[in-house]
């Protein structure tokens, strides 16, 4: 693949409030993950091991962490004297009955895209956790019948929520509709639906010439919505994906994928296949193990502090966990402290919580607690400030 082949578009700005009080600070992009990993590194590592150079990146309105995070994109390999990533300021929620601020939307596209000077681009969505070969998917789309082509990826119906997107396949394998799975009728003999992964390839100058004509509209129209008109209307290629795949849309699936990495074949897949995941580095000491800690079947960054118990869970950087403490089936964001004697059990911490002495914290598979950033914890009573209790 040559370097002017394609280009990448990804958009930061997806409904985040079934992940709040995690996406209360930071967009889903810049989720931590994995015990050192952000939600973006993915879709960003997909582009580098495709040799992708142009990237255009439109910022949700809390922007800091991604740009803390991403910076020049060295990461990446998008630090290029020419192309790179180029942001774009958030105007996910300006008022668009003003000519002005619609315009604005998509002149950045438009900008964007013919600047870019490729042949094809990719539209990956921020919200995905997956190890795709653009490379690959890109020779299916030059052999494929349709200008467009869309992801899915099989999963069990029993995963799934009825509101999600899902593919109408052809038996020809060509996409006539982008549905909700409660409208698809599972394989009778896997029991699965060919769920959408927001993810789209086709011709630089057939997205121009839609966005172009998005902007002529009386009714204005996102970019996710123009690429879903466009499956129905052009029979969209069906490329399946068979890889690990996670979408983040609630605090539940948040917390499963984090637990689908302490299975090795998952991890390695996901992480260490042929195309490796590239994230931020910390130069940091390793994790100390006191004589006394008892550590199974877990992930620990970095930097940590470990005297007590920690099983099947997910430890990220410079977290602590006092003697005595034990902590079970968690997630622990950076620089988060566990006292001595505390019990957890299904629970998520965000980034810098500091949870208290003898303390029984549980939560359940089904609806961990979560307690926000910073927040400190001194009692196990429900009406704790800084917990959130999910519904």
């Known amino acids: 693949m040559r370097q002017s082949d394609i280009c990448a578009i990804i958009d930061l700005n997806v409904p985040s409030e079934?992940?709040?009080?995690?996406?209360?600070?930071?967009?889903?992009?810049?989720?931590?993950?994995?015990?050192r990993y952000r939600l973006i590194d993915f879709p960003l590592s997909d582009i580098a091991n495709a040799g992708i150079r142009d990237v255009g990146m439109y910022m949700p309105a809390s922007s800091r962490s991604v740009q803390d995070h991403v910076r020049s994109g060295s990461t990446w390999n998008l630090?290029?004297?020419?192309?790179?990533?180029?942001?774009?300021?958030?105007?996910?929620?300006?008022?668009?009955?003003?000519?002005?601020?619609?315009?604005?939307?998509?002149?950045?596209?438009?900008?964007?895209?013919?600047?870019?000077?490729?042949?094809?681009?990719?539209i990956i969505s921020a919200r995905n956790i997956e190890n795709i070969n653009l490379q690959e998917v890109l020779q299916f789309h030059l052999e494929g019948n349709a200008p467009i082509t869309t992801l899915y990826k099989r999963q069990l119906a029993s995963g799934t929520t009825p509101d999600e997107d899902?593919?109408?396949?052809?038996?020809?394998?060509?996409?006539?509709?982008?549905?909700?799975?409660?409208?698809?009728?599972?394989?009778?003999?896997?029991?699965?639906l060919p769920m959408a992964m927001g993810v789209y390839m086709l011709r630089t100058s057939l997205l121009i010439e839609m966005v172009q004509n998005a902007s002529e509209q009386e009714d204005f129209i996102r970019l996710p919505k123009i690429l879903e008109e466009a499956v129905s209307v052009y029979n969209a290629n069906?490329?399946?994906?068979?890889?690990?795949?996670?979408?983040?849309?609630?605090?539940?699936?948040?917390?499963?994928?984090?637990?689908?990495?302490?299975?090795?074949?998952?991890?390695?897949?996901?992480?260490?296949?042929?195309?490796?995941?590239?994230?931020?580095?910390?130069?940091?000491?390793?994790t100390f193990f006191s004589d006394a800690s008892e550590v199974n079947n877990s992930l620990l960054g970095t930097g940590g502090w470990i005297e007590g118990k920690v099983n099947e869970s997910v430890i990220f950087r410079r977290s602590r966990i006092a003697k005595g403490a034990e902590i079970d089936h968690s997630v622990l964001m950076q620089g988060c402290k566990v006292g001595e004697n505390t019990k957890?059990?299904?629970?998520?911490?965000?980034?810098?919580?500091?949870?208290?002495?003898?303390?029984?914290?549980?939560?359940?598979p089904e609806e961990p607690l979560v307690y926000s950033k910073n927040a400190i914890v001194e009692t196990d009573a429900k009406t704790e400030e800084g917990r959130v209790e999910l519904q």
Not at 345 to 357: A, N, S, W
Request: proline share 5%; hydrophobic share 35%.
């Open 79 to 122: 630090d290029t004297i020419t192309g790179g990533i180029f942001t774009f300021p958030y105007v996910a929620t300006k008022n668009y009955n003003n000519p002005l601020n619609r315009q604005r939307y998509y002149d950045d596209y438009l900008t964007f895209l013919k600047k870019s000077n490729t042949r094809f681009t990719v």
């Open 18 to 35: 079934a992940l709040e009080p995690l996406t209360q600070y930071r967009p889903i992009g810049t989720l931590p993950f994995a015990g």
């Open 166 to 192: 899902a593919l109408k396949i052809s038996a020809a394998g060509e996409v006539s509709n982008i549905v909700t799975a409660g409208d698809l009728t599972p394989d009778a003999k896997t029991h699965t």
């Open 238 to 286: 069906a490329y399946e994906y068979t890889g690990f795949y996670a979408n983040i849309n609630s605090i539940k699936r948040y917390f499963d994928a984090n637990m689908a990495m302490l299975e090795e074949a998952n991890y390695q897949a996901l992480l260490y296949s042929q195309r490796h995941i590239f994230t931020k580095n910390k130069n940091e000491v390793p």
């Open 344 to 364: 957890l059990r299904y629970v998520i911490l965000d980034k810098g919580v500091v949870v208290g002495p003898n303390l029984t914290l549980e939560g359940t």
